[in-house]
């Protein structure tokens, strides 16, 4: 749905206006950055309690069962042994073995269903139907977040049976006569599930969710500092289709089938640079940097080896101030010859201050495994 | 003596013949929570719309400009310890102290009923 300014709104966007968010263009959306809470409480409440994120700006793909292997043609990752009701992160690659969005894979049964970024949505379908038959892009549906400590008991308050999931499961249930696809998943480092719900419920399915005492709408702006302090990488920013899902530290999600000697070994764009990486290592990769002090080093921020002269080594890709570490926090890619606890220089405002790197994340993650 | 306000949403209070500088909290709203503040050195000669201290908020950085020339004379040491009080409490987190070199600059700000029409 389209409003006067062009943008895309959510299902949720009367509720959000509702709610007092403001209200910020992003990808192409109308989407809230940030509720009267602020920014920083709102990342404190989901740490602690549970926070609930609109994100019907990302898409939502299903493809038939018989996909597998068309699927497994655009990414490097385990399609073919992905169980029954299991979810999985994986990413597009280009020819040169670089990432052209990250997205989350589930294994239905009967079809194949991703999310993918909503900035790449356009270009990831066409990608899709470049390759894929019978690619059906999900409408009618949003997308919601419960993340926090408190969402499983929350959830479940609503939809019983969602507290027996473990980290990565996917399931449906039934919510007022409709389906509801929930996994149990997330973006931010925190125990949590997303949540996909027909248009015609989500207001009131988010309404419910709200209306319990540990449950509070949070924005893009808490998305970006929970995610970043839980060591995510942001497509478009710490990853793209110049950085290796090697270098950017992916290689977790590259299983043994589709690495040297599997049983489907490559096959996806850009092995051979994919492949040579997790055999040999990447020349840079992408690190944790806590810079000394609190001045927040922010994206763009250039990282020199020395307190005076030479050139940058690496650039920032995401910083900021992390609400539950009480401290500033960034990703670059760097040297892959730089060890962990090394001292770097991030130059602002003319003046170089010190940054160690270190390892991710920057706040431990509590998925239920 | 009353206290006066810029367009770049400064405060600015009369204390003897020095300036007390804080920021508004129309701008503390649009700032978001403050997670840093680097102040100048107090001795600083400044000349007016010079950059003189830094904020950094969850969403951006952004710069105090010195409302006028004049000497810094304080500033404000806690609240690099205390960032969120410019939000808790944005009249009182005051950043420096200016002594101006013209007495009377200040009278070209706006005062208080000025300044609300001008944030509408």
């Known amino acids: ?12 966007h009367d509720l959000h ?39 019907g700006h990302m898409g939502q793909v299903m493809l038939p069962a018989g996909a597998v292997a068309a699927l497994e043609a655009l990414v490097p990752v385990d399609i073919a042994g992905l169980e029954l009701n299991r979810q999985r992160y994986a ?26 970024n909503a900035a790449c949505a356009e270009a990831d379908i066409a990608h899709l139907n470049a390759h894929v038959p019978g690619v059906t892009v999900v409408t009618g549906r949003g997308l919601l977040a419960l993340q926090g400590p408190a969402a499983e008991a929350a959830l479940q308050r609503l939809l019983p049976g969602v507290a027996a999931m473990r980290f990565m499961d996917v399931a449906t249930f039934l919510w007022q006569g409709e389906d509801i696809w929930v996994s149990r998943s997330g973006y931010t480092g ?40 839980a060591g995510l990488p942001l497509y478009g920013h710490d990853i793209d289709t110049t950085t290796s899902p090697v270098a950017a530290g992916l290689a977790w999600a590259i299983q043994k089938a589709r690495r040297a000697g599997g049983a489907r070994a490559g096959g996806f764009p850009g092995a051979e640079r994919i492949l040579r990486e997790l055999a040999e290592g990447p020349a840079s990769k992408r690190v944790g940097l806590r810079p000394e002090g609190r001045a927040p080093m922010r994206e763009g921020v250039e990282i020199y080896a020395e307190a005076e002269g030479g ?40 003046k170089r201050l010190p940054a160690r790197i270190t390892a991710l994340p920057f706040h431990p993650t509590r998925y239920k495994r | 003596m009353t206290i006066r306000f810029t367009e770049d949403h400064e405060w600015l209070r009369p204390e003897g013949d020095l300036l007390v500088v804080g920021i508004t909290e129309h701008a503390s709203e649009q700032l978001g929570d403050v997670v840093y503040v680097e102040l100048p050195e107090a001795g600083r000669t400044v000349a007016p719309g010079e950059e003189i201290c830094v904020i950094e908020s969850v969403k951006a950085a952004s710069d105090i400009l010195a409302p006028l020339a004049g000497e810094i004379v304080e500033v404000n040491e806690a609240l690099p310890d ?23 600059a200040v009278n070209g700000f706006m005062d208080e009923a000025a300044y609300k029409a001008f944030i509408g």
Do not use: C, Q
């Open chain 1, 1 to 12: 749905m389209a409003g006067d300014t062009g943008l895309k709104r959510t299902a949720l």
């Open chain 1, 17 to 55: 206006v509702k709610l007092g968010a403001k209200m910020v263009p992003f990808a192409g959306w109308s989407m809230p950055v940030s509720y009267p809470m602020g920014v920083l409480k709102e990342h404190l409440h989901t740490r602690a309690a549970a926070g609930l994120f609109d994100v």
């Open chain 1, 190 to 229: 925190e125990d949590g599930f997303e949540i996909s719900v027909p248009d015609a419920v989500i207001a009131a399915f988010a309404e419910a969710l709200l209306a319990m005492e540990e449950v509070a709408p949070i924005g893009l702006g808490a998305r970006d500092s929970l995610r970043l302090e």
């Open chain 1, 91 to 116: 990413m597009f690659t280009n020819d040169a073995g670089g990432i052209l969005d990250d997205l989350m894979v589930s294994n239905r049964g009967d079809h194949l269903f991703l999310v993918v």
């Open chain 2, 82 to 104: 205390t960032p969120g009080a410019v939000n808790d409490d944005p009249m009182s987190a005051w950043f420096f102290k200016i002594r101006p070199a013209d007495a009377s």
């Open chain 1, 311 to 350: 050139s940058p080594i690496g650039t920032i890709t995401s910083g900021g101030f992390g609400p539950s570490i009480e401290a500033p926090m960034a990703m670059a890619y760097l040297p892959a010859t730089l060890a962990e606890g090394a001292t770097v220089y991030g130059e602002i405002r003319g």
